[in-house]
């Protein structure tokens, strides 16, 4: 069984990518729309793709069970993970995103 935490790490992180990839959606067809004849197939081919990697990324989200295990106020929640790590944690993976 995996943690209550793991989840909701899991389900933020396919959130924020999913959110993220259907920005870029948007943008393909804002450029879509600019586009001459020559780059609609490769734009189409793109936006695609991209709106179903967003939306299996957001109904990933939607489908785990978004239960921290604690106590929330009520209004509007904005599902917020911090990871805990230590420095050299910390630089290993800042390292990775250099590379």
Not at 8 to 32: E, H, W
Not at 50 to 68: K, T
């Amino acid at each position: 069984m995996i943690n209550a935490e793991v989840l909701y790490l899991i389900g933020t992180l396919s959130l924020f990518a999913g959110v993220f990839v259907l920005f870029l959606a948007a943008i393909k067809g804002i450029r879509l729309w600019l586009a001459v004849d020559p780059e609609r197939p490769s734009l189409i081919k793109g936006i695609r793709g991209n709106l179903i990697l967003g939306g299996l990324l957001v109904l990933v989200f939607v489908l785990l069970p978004m239960d921290s295990g604690r106590e929330t106020a009520k209004g509007v929640t904005v599902p917020v993970v911090w990871v805990l790590m230590s420095f050299p944690g910390w630089l290993t993976l800042f390292s990775a995103f250099m590379v």
